[in-house]
């Protein structure tokens, strides 16, 4: 196991204070590829703020309850606030390489906050980066030195730190909204030009590499209706317009929008329209 630290002071002590916006207390890594476990348990937490990165490997964090096992694979940060409950572990066997850091400060949410960090997420997914690394380490060693302003400098590296975690969230999430843009748009479009045929909403899903329920989810998001809604609603529309400019049997409109039976049709059509095919009909004679 390879581990390497710095201390604010050479203090090991676990602090809390307010004297500054923002003051680090502690920075180091381990990193884990023969030796067996590494385990940490805190069950009333820190007095500071802690954030964990996962370099490489991962981790298994218990939030909330020692019974919870979540794994963090790497890219992702994980953001402990104070006297939160704290139980994770590392193993050799998953080559776990993680960076920590802890921080204080009179004004640290509202920075968090500022650089994206919501107060009610703690898994972050910022990506691998060397540059993380880099300014991780850069933080070791100035607590290490202890060289003049360095503490204005530890706070510098931390702010720096917390932009470029930002920035890649926010790249994550562009990219996502792209993605999601992208696929909903798809599958609107599939609705729009295959209405009036049998489609099956869990095996569009499937063809996609997508779960019926976060398909279903985000689709609403994206239209405002649910995938059937908004196939029923193009098929109401379309029968209303055959229904208004020919003189094709209700029979027949319900076959070409896309419903065998008539009397299902009928049915979807009055709860849609406040009537029925034939009296909507003649509304317009």
Avoid at 232 to 258: D, F
Wanted: proline share 4%; aromatic share 14%; net charge positive.
């Amino acid at each position: 196991m390879y581990i390497n630290s710095g201390y604010r002071n050479h203090s090991l002590l676990n602090f809390k204070d307010k004297s500054r916006p923002l003051i680090v207390g502690s920075c180091g890594t381990y990193r884990l590829s023969t030796h067996p476990k590494l385990p940490t348990y805190r069950p009333r937490g820190r007095l500071d703020f802690q954030i964990i990165y996962v370099a490489s490997g991962r981790a298994h964090f218990h939030f909330d309850n020692p019974d919870n096992d979540t794994i963090i694979d790497a890219g992702n940060m994980v953001l402990f606030r104070p006297r939160e409950f704290q139980k994770y572990e590392y193993y050799g066997i998953d080559k776990t390489e993680v960076y920590w850091i802890h921080f204080t400060g009179s004004d640290v949410k509202n920075i968090l906050r500022k650089y994206g960090f919501s107060d009610d997420q703690r898994v972050f997914p910022v990506g691998i980066s060397l540059e993380y690394e880099r300014v991780f380490k850069k933080i070791i060693l100035e607590l290490q030195r202890c060289q003049d302003d360095y503490e204005e400098m530890l706070t510098m590296l931390l702010r720096y730190l917390l932009i470029i975690f930002h920035r890649e969230l926010t790249k994550e999430h562009v990219l996502k909204n792209e993605y999601l843009d992208h696929e909903m748009d798809i599958a609107t479009s599939y609705f729009d030009e295959n209405y009036n045929r049998d489609i099956n909403i869990e095996e569009y899903a499937a063809s996609k590499g997508m779960s019926v329920s976060w398909f279903i989810r985000n689709f609403k998001r994206y239209t405002g209706a649910t995938p059937m809604q908004f196939i029923t609603s193009i098929r109401i529309t379309n029968a209303q317009m055959l229904l208004e400019t020919t003189n094709y049997a209700v029979n027949e409109i319900s076959r070409i929008v896309g419903y065998d039976n008539p009397l299902y049709f009928s049915r979807l059509f009055r709860k849609y329209k406040g009537c029925s095919p034939s009296k909507y009909r003649k509304r317009g004679e």
